[in-house]
């Protein structure tokens, strides 16, 4: 079902900050549990968390004996999924969910080193986090889409913990790529964007023509539509479709030739 965006509008884009950094931060429990009871991949998918769009949560992949960590954005709660049941505390709550794995037959996640650091950050706005949550169930609506309609071998769709960006990546023979994906803010933008980036970079790029957004260029190349500029739009998921698709399409040539 498509996710209607007019739902994005309030809270205003730029007020989700504070929000994004509680939830950045209480998500490291999850990735933590996953490192602890995961075999590690190469790439550190091991690591990553999904939208559960029928449970409204970011959640690990499964873990040993089918239990599933899982953040309530909305309530910023974490969940412990396990045989049908669901055992729920507030975050931060790091000792009971080490008891809740123990109990699993499973790892404790609190002593798992992380190779990054992320700000401690214990609360926000119930509204906000609200919101925050209607943005990561759009944005992997909209990403889904994506994944399956552009040819290429499309990676599964991972909110990856350390940047908190939801994304799929394009993979084209040579080494080639095209990440698409949308970050709910960072150091660049202080609102979600989306972005659609090309690796390798292209060298003297002439910047397209996007129908919505901007061509990005300070530490990656890209297009980039944030949330203020989607929102602008008549129709903010068919701009969102629009600027993928462009961005899709043009990176190709540059990588193709």
């Given at each position: 079902?498509?996710?209607?965006?007019?739902?994005?509008?309030?809270?205003?884009?730029?007020?989700?900050?504070?929000?994004?950094?509680?939830?950045?931060?209480?998500?490291?429990?999850?990735?933590?549990?996953?490192?602890?009871?995961?075999?590690?991949?190469?790439?550190?998918?091991?690591?990553?968390?999904?939208?559960?769009?029928?449970?409204?949560?970011l959640?690990?992949?499964?873990?040993?004996?089918?239990?599933?960590?899982?953040?309530?954005?909305?309530?910023?709660?974490?969940?412990?999924?396990?045989g049908?049941?669901?055992?729920?505390?507030?975050?931060?709550?790091?000792?009971?969910?080490d008891?809740?794995?123990?109990?699993?037959?499973l790892k404790?996640?609190?002593?798992?080193?992380?190779?990054?650091?992320?700000p401690?950050?214990?609360?926000?706005?119930?509204?906000?986090?609200?919101?925050l949550?209607r943005?990561?169930?759009?944005?992997?609506?909209?990403?889904?889409?994506?994944?399956?309609?552009?040819?290429?071998?499309?990676?599964?769709?991972?909110?990856?913990?350390?940047?908190?960006?939801?994304?799929?990546?394009?993979?084209?023979?040579?080494?080639?790529s095209?990440?698409v994906?949308?970050?709910?803010?960072?150091?660049?933008?202080?609102?979600?964007?989306?972005?659609?980036?090309?690796?390798?970079?292209?060298a003297?790029?002439?910047?397209?023509?996007?129908?919505?957004?901007?061509?990005?260029?300070?530490?990656?190349?890209?297009?980039?539509?944030?949330?203020?500029?989607?929102?602008?739009?008549?129709?903010?998921?068919?701009?969102?479709?629009?600027?993928?698709?462009?961005?899709?399409?043009?990176?190709?040539?540059?990588?193709?030739?």
């Amino acid at each position: 079902m498509t996710y209607d965006w007019s739902k994005l509008r309030e809270p205003a884009p730029g007020k989700l900050v504070a929000a994004r950094e509680a939830a950045h931060w209480a998500a490291q429990a999850l990735t933590k549990a996953a490192r602890a009871n995961l075999d590690a991949k190469p790439d550190d998918s091991h690591s990553a968390l999904v939208w559960d769009a029928h449970e409204a949560m970011l959640v690990t992949q499964p873990l040993p004996l089918g239990v599933v960590v899982g953040l309530d954005v909305a309530k910023l709660e974490l969940v412990v999924l396990r045989g049908g049941h669901a055992a729920r505390r507030a975050a931060p709550a790091d000792a009971w969910l080490d008891e809740e794995l123990r109990k699993s037959g499973l790892k404790p996640a609190s002593g798992t080193s992380l190779p990054y650091d992320i700000p401690r950050k214990d609360s926000a706005e119930k509204a906000n986090l609200a919101a925050l949550a209607r943005w990561f169930a759009a944005s992997a609506e909209a990403l889904e889409e994506a994944r399956a309609k552009h040819a290429a071998v499309a990676s599964p769709l991972y909110l990856w913990p350390h940047h908190f960006d939801i994304a799929t990546l394009l993979s084209y023979p040579g080494g080639k790529s095209i990440g698409v994906g949308i970050s709910m803010s960072d150091h660049y933008y202080a609102q979600p964007y989306l972005y659609v980036s090309v690796y390798p970079a292209p060298a003297d790029a002439v910047h397209p023509t996007l129908p919505a957004g901007h061509c990005h260029t300070k530490d990656f190349f890209g297009a980039v539509a944030t949330a203020d500029e989607l929102l602008a739009q008549r129709d903010p998921r068919a701009a969102l479709v629009a600027v993928i698709d462009a961005a899709v399409d043009q990176g190709r040539r540059w990588l193709h030739g």
